[in-house]
């Protein structure tokens, strides 16, 4: 690609979405001898979609909070992506994505600067963005929220604060792989 296109910096990036919804996440906490912990335990079926977007070189990231996953939400990610990993569109950035209908749809509208590369079916190990989804899924650990609304203000803090801290996520999302063909 680079031959191909000289006049262009090319750009490994990786995409993955989680659905996050209401169901509980429990982690492990100390707790006196004795005392029992207490956990928040209602399930509800309601969920939001997070569409994240990684650099595992230097672990750069964009999370998108969607309603829903299908191919109209996923060319919307796609078109913000593009507008915010190149804004100059000087890059030609490849996106290692799964092989979830919504990428393999016809009707998918990719932008010009974004080539999307599949990874084999049934590996989610190749994927970059995959550890990214412990980190996003943190502020939600040991808490219940009522509703969708309740869940989405920390949802956002969290994503955010991911995105101003690319440190913390270049660790877990930086596959020894993905490091050497991003030079």
Same mark, same amino acid.
């Given at each position: 690609? @680079?031959?191909? @296109?000289?006049?262009?910096?090319?750009?490994?990036?990786?995409?993955?979405?989680? @659905?996050?919804?209401?169901?509980?996440?429990?982690?492990? =906490?100390?707790?006196?001898?004795?005392?029992?912990?207490?956990?928040?335990?209602?399930?509800?079926?309601?969920?939001?979609?997070?569409?994240?977007?990684?650099?595992?070189?230097?672990?750069?990231?964009?999370?998108?909070?969607?309603?829903?996953?299908?191919?109209?939400?996923?060319?919307?990610? +796609?078109?913000?992506?593009?507008?915010?990993?190149?804004?100059?569109?000087?890059? +030609?950035?490849?996106?290692? =994505?799964?092989?979830?209908?919504?990428?393999?749809?016809?009707?998918?509208?990719?932008?010009?600067?974004?080539?999307?590369?599949?990874?084999?079916?049934?590996?989610?190990? +190749?994927?970059?963005?995959?550890?990214?989804?412990?980190?996003?899924?943190?502020?939600?650990?040991?808490?219940?929220?009522?509703?969708?609304?309740?869940?989405?203000?920390?949802l956002v803090g969290r994503c955010e604060w991911l995105i101003h801290h690319?440190?913390?996520?270049?660790?877990? =999302?930086?596959?020894?792989?993905?490091?050497?063909?991003?030079?």
């Open positions: 690609m @680079r031959r191909d @296109r000289p006049d262009k910096a090319v750009e490994l990036w990786a995409e993955d979405e989680a @659905r996050l919804g209401l169901k509980p996440i429990a982690r492990r =906490v100390w707790s006196p001898r004795g005392v029992r912990p207490t956990a928040h335990g209602r399930t509800k079926y309601e969920w939001l979609y997070v569409d994240g977007f990684v650099r595992p070189v230097d672990g750069r990231n964009l999370e998108l909070i969607l309603p829903s996953a299908n191919t109209d939400w996923m060319s919307a990610a +796609l078109a913000e992506f593009a507008r915010w990993a190149d804004p100059g569109d000087e890059k +030609l950035l490849v996106l290692l =994505v799964d092989n979830a209908g919504w990428h393999l749809a016809g009707r998918l509208k990719v932008p010009p600067n974004v080539v999307l590369h599949r990874l084999p079916p049934c590996t989610p190990e +190749l994927q970059p963005a995959e550890p990214l989804w412990l980190l996003v899924r943190e502020f939600a650990a040991n808490r219940g929220f009522a509703d969708l609304d309740a869940m989405q203000e920390p690319p440190e913390a996520v270049r660790g877990p =999302v930086g596959f020894h792989w993905a490091l050497t063909i991003d030079r």
